[in-house]
């Protein structure tokens, strides 16, 4: 028996060799995310149907009450807005990124890494001192003529802190996607009769949509979790699926109601972009043949 039949090939044998390998670098993070993200889901969902007893008395007391159903409708259409408000705001502001010279765009970077180093509380109590009735805002509206606009405690005051805490995780996936966008596609669409809004429009907006739909994916479901934000410059109008679940929580001790509330919020952020997500992949594709 020579030496080469001697050896035993792992791959031979089933063995899991160099393909596994890939798997097996990714174990500690999958084990991390089960433990932090999974385990305390499931504790959720069951506490949701066990509490105070075995059944679905807590979903049938959340879609029973109105005002739960307001709440709910109330926390998408608030993120519906701050998304909106973070796309029309960081597009020109990515699009500028990739446009100025290295130094500027650093700058530019720093501006959006910056809001990182702050804590949210910071910067939601310094939301409440310019969005106050006697608050920089108002004070600045009253010395130019203008009456004074009510912006704390209401749903526009909400808006606009979210919008400025998530405004950098718009503008990271949008200028991920504009920076490898050539820019002489542009002008080559110029060169051939095209104006200035047709060209954006034609090739380099399709061409940036994929940035525009992360984006909007991650600030849309970060805002649904939000609870300081709203909480400090919001009103009983404004008031959102968080709260509730931090009063039922905490205050009232109904965990039961309080797991059925973010079981049913987990449920309604699936469906809708179980939903949207086969319109992206269909613009993504033709901005792909574009």
């Known amino acids: 028996m020579s030496a080469s039949d001697s050896t035993i090939q792992p791959a031979a044998l089933g063995w899991p060799g160099r393909a596994w390998r890939p798997y097996a670098l990714a174990l500690p993070a999958l084990i991390l995310l089960i433990a932090v993200i999974g385990y305390p889901l499931l504790t959720i969902v069951l506490r949701s149907l066990s509490e105070p007893e075995w059944g679905v008395q807590n979903y ?5 009450a109105p005002v739960n159903l307001t709440v709910l409708r ?3 259409t608030i993120s519906a807005w701050v998304t909106l408000v973070c796309v029309v705001s960081a597009y020109p502001y990515a699009y500028l990124m990739t446009a100025v010279g290295p130094r500027v765009r650093l700058m530019l ?8 180093w702050v804590s949210g509380v910071v910067r939601t109590l310094s939301w409440v001192i310019l969005l106050q009735d006697s608050g920089v805002i108002n004070s600045l509206l009253r010395a130019a003529g203008f009456s004074g606009v009510k912006l704390i405690r209401t749903q526009t005051g909400v808006v606009i802190g979210m919008a400025q805490v998530l405004l950098p995780f718009m503008i990271l996936p949008l200028y991920s996607v504009m920076k490898g966008i050539d820019l002489r596609l542009m002008r080559a669409a110029r060169s051939l009769g095209a104006s200035p809004f047709r060209a954006f429009f034609t090739v380099y907006l399709p061409l940036s949509l994929p940035g525009v739909y992360a984006g909007a994916i991650i600030v849309f479901i970060l805002a649904l979790g939000f609870y300081i934000t709203p909480a400090l410059l919001g009103g009983p109008r404004s008031t959102m699926l968080s709260t509730l679940v931090q009063t039922q929580v905490l205050s009232l001790l109904q965990w039961g109601r309080g797991g059925a509330m973010g079981v ?24 792909g043949r574009r």
Do not use: K, N, Q, Y
Not at 60 to 64: D, E, K, Q, R
Not at 109 to 116: G, R
């Open 60 to 64: 049938a007391w959340f879609f029973g």
């Open 74 to 76: 109330r926390t998408f």
């Open 109 to 116: 970077v720093l501006c959006v890494l910056i809001p990182f």
């Open 264 to 287: 049913v919020l987990l449920v309604a952020t699936f469906l809708l972009l179980a939903l949207a997500a086969p319109v992206m992949r269909s613009r993504h594709r033709e901005a």
